[in-house]
Protein backbone atom coordinates (compact mmCIF):
# COMPACT_ATOMS: atom_id res chain seq x y z
CA UNK A 1 0.00 0.00 0.00
CA UNK A 2 2.78 2.43 0.66
CA UNK A 3 4.44 1.54 -2.39
CA UNK A 4 0.99 2.51 -4.30
CA UNK A 5 0.69 5.35 -2.12
CA UNK A 6 4.11 7.03 -3.19
CA UNK A 7 3.41 5.79 -6.58
CA UNK A 8 0.01 7.77 -6.52
CA UNK A 9 1.59 11.08 -4.91
CA UNK A 10 4.51 10.40 -7.78
CA UNK A 11 1.80 11.17 -10.62
CA UNK A 12 0.71 13.86 -8.53
CA UNK A 13 3.62 15.90 -8.72
CA UNK A 14 4.87 14.92 -12.42
CA UNK A 15 1.72 15.17 -14.33
CA UNK A 16 0.56 18.56 -15.37
CA UNK A 17 -2.97 18.65 -14.81
CA UNK A 18 -2.50 18.72 -10.64
CA UNK A 19 0.16 21.18 -10.95
CA UNK A 20 -1.94 23.45 -12.84
CA UNK A 21 -4.49 22.88 -10.53
CA UNK A 22 -2.23 23.44 -7.63
CA UNK A 23 -0.47 26.81 -9.38
CA UNK A 24 -4.17 27.89 -10.10
CA UNK A 25 -4.95 27.81 -6.46
CA UNK A 26 -2.05 29.15 -5.25
CA UNK A 27 -2.48 32.05 -7.49
CA UNK A 28 -5.74 32.70 -6.96
CA UNK A 29 -5.21 32.77 -2.78
CA UNK A 30 -2.25 35.03 -3.15
CA UNK A 31 -4.06 37.56 -5.59
CA UNK A 32 -7.08 37.77 -3.51
CA UNK A 33 -4.60 38.53 -0.61
CA UNK A 34 -2.99 41.51 -2.06
CA UNK A 35 -5.86 42.89 -3.83
CA UNK A 36 -8.65 42.46 -2.33
CA UNK A 37 -7.19 41.33 1.89
CA UNK A 38 -9.47 40.30 4.25
CA UNK A 39 -12.92 42.36 5.84
CA UNK A 40 -12.38 45.59 7.43
CA UNK A 41 -14.92 44.50 10.00
CA UNK A 42 -13.06 42.34 12.53
CA UNK A 43 -16.10 40.05 13.35
CA UNK A 44 -16.52 39.70 9.63
CA UNK A 45 -12.44 38.78 8.75
CA UNK A 46 -12.34 36.26 11.79
CA UNK A 47 -15.93 34.78 10.50
CA UNK A 48 -14.58 34.81 6.80
CA UNK A 49 -11.35 32.90 7.16
CA UNK A 50 -13.23 29.87 6.75
CA UNK A 51 -15.08 30.75 4.00
CA UNK A 52 -11.84 32.22 1.99
CA UNK A 53 -9.18 29.69 2.88
CA UNK A 54 -11.88 26.66 2.66
CA UNK A 55 -13.94 27.28 -0.30
CA UNK A 56 -11.01 28.34 -2.85
CA UNK A 57 -9.22 25.15 -2.03
CA UNK A 58 -12.14 22.34 -1.81
CA UNK A 59 -13.62 23.00 -4.81
CA UNK A 60 -10.40 22.50 -6.98
CA UNK A 61 -9.43 19.38 -4.42
CA UNK A 62 -12.78 18.34 -5.82
CA UNK A 63 -11.50 18.58 -9.45
CA UNK A 64 -8.21 17.27 -8.44
CA UNK A 65 -9.51 14.38 -6.88
CA UNK A 66 -11.37 14.05 -10.36
CA UNK A 67 -8.18 13.86 -12.23
CA UNK A 68 -6.23 11.82 -9.59
CA UNK A 69 -8.52 8.68 -10.15
CA UNK A 70 -9.81 9.52 -14.00
CA UNK A 71 -6.34 10.13 -16.24
CA UNK A 72 -5.14 6.67 -15.64
CA UNK A 73 -8.27 6.32 -17.89
CA UNK A 74 -7.47 8.99 -20.44
CA UNK A 75 -3.84 7.78 -21.08
CA UNK A 76 -4.37 4.00 -20.48
CA UNK A 77 -1.88 3.50 -18.05
CA UNK A 78 -4.48 1.75 -15.80
CA UNK A 79 -3.55 -1.40 -17.83
CA UNK A 80 -0.52 -1.96 -16.36
CA UNK A 81 -1.23 -0.35 -13.15
CA UNK A 82 -4.05 -3.46 -12.82
CA UNK A 83 -1.41 -6.13 -14.32
CA UNK A 84 1.06 -5.29 -11.45
CA UNK A 85 -1.16 -4.27 -8.69
CA UNK A 86 -3.40 -7.20 -6.95
CA UNK A 87 -6.76 -5.53 -6.02
CA UNK A 88 -8.33 -2.58 -7.54
CA UNK A 89 -10.14 -1.45 -4.60
CA UNK A 90 -6.41 -0.84 -3.59
CA UNK A 91 -5.47 0.92 -6.40
CA UNK A 92 -8.43 3.63 -5.26
CA UNK A 93 -7.74 3.50 -1.93
CA UNK A 94 -3.97 5.00 -2.94
CA UNK A 95 -5.65 7.57 -5.13
CA UNK A 96 -7.84 8.45 -2.30
CA UNK A 97 -5.16 8.47 0.19
CA UNK A 98 -3.05 10.39 -1.97
CA UNK A 99 -5.31 13.14 -3.13
CA UNK A 100 -6.14 13.47 1.02
CA UNK A 101 -2.65 14.50 1.91
CA UNK A 102 -2.39 16.43 -0.99
CA UNK A 103 -5.88 18.65 0.21
CA UNK A 104 -4.79 18.55 3.31
CA UNK A 105 -1.52 20.55 3.11
CA UNK A 106 -3.42 22.67 0.90
CA UNK A 107 -5.82 23.54 2.68
CA UNK A 108 -3.49 24.01 5.90
CA UNK A 109 -1.07 26.51 3.73
CA UNK A 110 -4.28 28.41 2.84
CA UNK A 111 -6.04 28.47 6.05
CA UNK A 112 -2.58 29.96 7.65
CA UNK A 113 -2.16 32.29 4.74
CA UNK A 114 -5.43 34.18 5.33
CA UNK A 115 -5.52 34.07 8.93
CA UNK A 116 -1.57 36.00 8.34
CA UNK A 117 -3.53 38.33 6.27
CA UNK A 118 -6.20 39.00 9.00
CA UNK A 119 -3.37 39.19 11.70
CA UNK A 120 -1.62 41.57 9.68
CA UNK A 121 -4.52 43.78 9.88
CA UNK A 122 -6.43 43.85 12.80
CA UNK A 123 -4.08 41.93 14.99
CA UNK A 124 -3.24 39.02 16.44
CA UNK A 125 -6.18 39.45 19.51
CA UNK A 126 -8.69 39.77 17.18
CA UNK A 127 -7.79 36.53 15.13
CA UNK A 128 -7.96 34.70 18.23
CA UNK A 129 -4.30 33.84 18.37
CA UNK A 130 -4.60 33.54 21.93
CA UNK A 131 -7.39 30.75 22.12
CA UNK A 132 -6.04 28.10 20.32
CA UNK A 133 -9.14 25.89 20.94
CA UNK A 134 -10.82 28.31 18.43
CA UNK A 135 -7.90 28.37 16.24
CA UNK A 136 -8.05 24.21 16.33
CA UNK A 137 -11.61 24.21 14.95
CA UNK A 138 -10.93 27.01 12.17
CA UNK A 139 -8.53 24.58 10.57
CA UNK A 140 -10.40 21.37 11.89
CA UNK A 141 -13.06 21.97 9.46
CA UNK A 142 -10.99 23.95 6.88
CA UNK A 143 -9.09 21.09 6.27
CA UNK A 144 -11.79 18.07 7.12
CA UNK A 145 -14.34 19.83 4.77
CA UNK A 146 -10.96 20.19 1.54
CA UNK A 147 -10.11 16.66 2.54
CA UNK A 148 -13.63 15.34 1.79
CA UNK A 149 -14.38 17.06 -1.06
CA UNK A 150 -10.33 15.53 -2.95
CA UNK A 151 -12.58 12.28 -1.62
CA UNK A 152 -15.79 13.13 -3.31
CA UNK A 153 -14.01 14.29 -6.58
CA UNK A 154 -11.83 11.03 -6.34
CA UNK A 155 -15.14 8.88 -6.10
CA UNK A 156 -16.52 11.08 -8.96
CA UNK A 157 -13.34 10.33 -11.09
CA UNK A 158 -13.61 6.61 -10.47
CA UNK A 159 -17.13 6.60 -11.12
CA UNK A 160 -17.33 8.22 -14.40
CA UNK A 161 -13.59 7.60 -15.91
CA UNK A 162 -14.06 10.94 -17.90
CA UNK A 163 -12.82 13.98 -16.12
CA UNK A 164 -14.33 16.03 -18.53
CA UNK A 165 -17.54 14.65 -17.94
CA UNK A 166 -16.61 15.17 -14.22
CA UNK A 167 -16.14 18.91 -15.09
CA UNK A 168 -18.84 19.70 -16.29
CA UNK A 169 -21.24 17.96 -13.80
CA UNK A 170 -19.79 19.35 -11.06
CA UNK A 171 -20.28 23.03 -11.87
CA UNK A 172 -24.07 21.81 -13.18
CA UNK A 173 -24.68 20.25 -10.45
CA UNK A 174 -23.46 23.29 -7.48
CA UNK A 175 -25.85 25.70 -9.85
CA UNK A 176 -28.87 23.12 -9.45
CA UNK A 177 -28.49 22.45 -5.82
CA UNK A 178 -27.86 26.27 -4.96
CA UNK A 179 -31.31 27.30 -6.98
CA UNK A 180 -33.14 24.83 -5.41
CA UNK A 181 -34.35 25.19 -1.45
CA UNK A 182 -34.73 21.69 -0.38
CA UNK A 183 -31.19 20.89 -1.66
CA UNK A 184 -29.28 24.46 -0.81
CA UNK A 185 -26.30 23.67 1.61
CA UNK A 186 -27.57 19.80 1.62
CA UNK A 187 -26.44 18.15 -1.98
CA UNK A 188 -23.28 16.50 -2.23
CA UNK A 189 -21.45 19.93 -4.10
CA UNK A 190 -22.75 22.83 -1.78
CA UNK A 191 -22.89 20.78 1.43
CA UNK A 192 -18.95 21.90 1.19
CA UNK A 193 -20.11 25.55 1.23
CA UNK A 194 -22.02 25.14 4.42
CA UNK A 195 -18.89 23.51 6.39
CA UNK A 196 -17.04 26.54 5.50
CA UNK A 197 -20.08 28.92 6.04
CA UNK A 198 -23.08 29.05 7.85
CA UNK A 199 -23.55 25.61 8.69
CA UNK A 200 -20.36 23.73 9.22
CA UNK A 201 -21.34 21.34 12.09
CA UNK A 202 -24.52 19.98 9.53
CA UNK A 203 -22.43 20.69 6.60
CA UNK A 204 -19.60 18.70 7.06
CA UNK A 205 -22.05 15.74 8.56
CA UNK A 206 -23.85 15.93 5.05
CA UNK A 207 -20.67 16.24 2.80
CA UNK A 208 -18.98 13.44 5.01
CA UNK A 209 -22.12 11.33 4.20
CA UNK A 210 -22.24 12.50 0.70
CA UNK A 211 -18.54 11.49 0.13
CA UNK A 212 -18.99 8.01 1.67
CA UNK A 213 -22.25 7.07 -0.29
CA UNK A 214 -20.26 8.19 -3.77
CA UNK A 215 -16.94 6.07 -2.24
CA UNK A 216 -19.32 3.32 -1.64
CA UNK A 217 -20.36 3.32 -5.44
CA UNK A 218 -16.82 3.73 -6.77
CA UNK A 219 -15.61 0.76 -4.97
CA UNK A 220 -18.59 -1.09 -6.62
CA UNK A 221 -18.21 -0.01 -9.22
CA UNK A 222 -14.38 -0.11 -9.59
CA UNK A 223 -14.41 -4.00 -10.72
CA UNK A 224 -16.20 -3.24 -14.19
CA UNK A 225 -14.45 -4.23 -17.30
CA UNK A 226 -11.32 -0.88 -18.28
CA UNK A 227 -12.13 -0.83 -21.98
CA UNK A 228 -15.76 0.64 -20.97
Keep these: MIRLLRSELYALRTTPGPWLTMSAVAALHLFLVAVIGTPGDRGAAWHGLGPSAGE ?7 LLGVVAAAQDHRFRTIVPVLLTTPGRRRVLAAEAAAVAVVAAAAASAAQTLWLAAAVRRHGGAAMHTGRPGDLLRLYAV ?11 GVALGAILRNAATAFVIVPIGV ?37 VVALTIAVVTVARDVTD
Design 142 to 152: TVAGVVLLGLL
Design 175 to 211: IAEAVAPPTRYRGPFTSGLATFGPHPGSGALLLAGWT
Design 56 to 62: LTGYPML
